[in-house]
């Protein structure tokens, strides 16, 4: 964004220029003292309330800007007004930033923003805060679905939300593997009882031990 300050300068110079250039057009120079005997023309009195206006509308918007409130009216007073209209340009930046913020703080990440270029380091924030939130979504919804498989990267040390979600993702990936270790043993010695029960034949019962072993682990058994 342009320097605001020497866009002001350069209207106060501008402006300065139009009114000398209006006097000279209708000669109506005029001249009056001041307090300390100084002279005072009419052209630097209008002069100087312009520049006070436009000073008392920078602070105006400055006081709203400093407490969060970007819900202001600028208006441009010409297309070549270039203070008014950077003004309105970065009214409408700060808008926009805000609105993208208000809908992420009420849960709602699926919003795009494009940074408008690479000195936007608010825009470029909430661009990767966008990207980094729908990539704890995924994982959030994945582990949800009990797929434990995938995981993402920690963004370093100080990723409290992304390290607790890495976390929780290797303890459920191990505590799935643990219980279904644990149902693969229970229900193969269901399996050995139920096959095994009532077989008196110590011949008989150790073949049909083996055979059941056998199928069970994937393994191949040969005769005995």
Known sequence: MRNIYLIIAKQIVEEAGRIIREARETNTFSFEMKEDNTPLSNIDQQVQDYMT????????????????????????KSNEDELGLALIQMIKYLQNITNVAESISVGQIDVKYKAIGSD???????????????????????????????????????????????????????????NKDEIWFSEGLGEFSDKLTA????????????????RYVDASSGEI
């Open 53 to 76: 206006k436009r000073l008392k509308e920078i602070s105006n918007l400055a006081k709203n800007l400093s407490i969060g409130n970007y819900d202001i009216n600028i208006m441009a």
């Open 120 to 178: 936007d380091r608010l825009g470029g924030a909430i661009s990767q805060m966008i990207v980094y939130l729908k990539t704890i979504l995924t994982q959030a919804n994945a582990i949800t679905n009990e797929n434990f498989t995938g995981s993402i990267e920690s963004k370093g040390k100080n990723d409290e939300l992304g390290n607790a979600i890495v976390t929780m993702t290797d303890m459920l990936r191990s505590n799935s593997t643990k």
């Open 199 to 214: 077989i008196e034949d110590p011949i008989i019962l150790a073949k049909k031990a083996i055979s059941v072993c056998s």
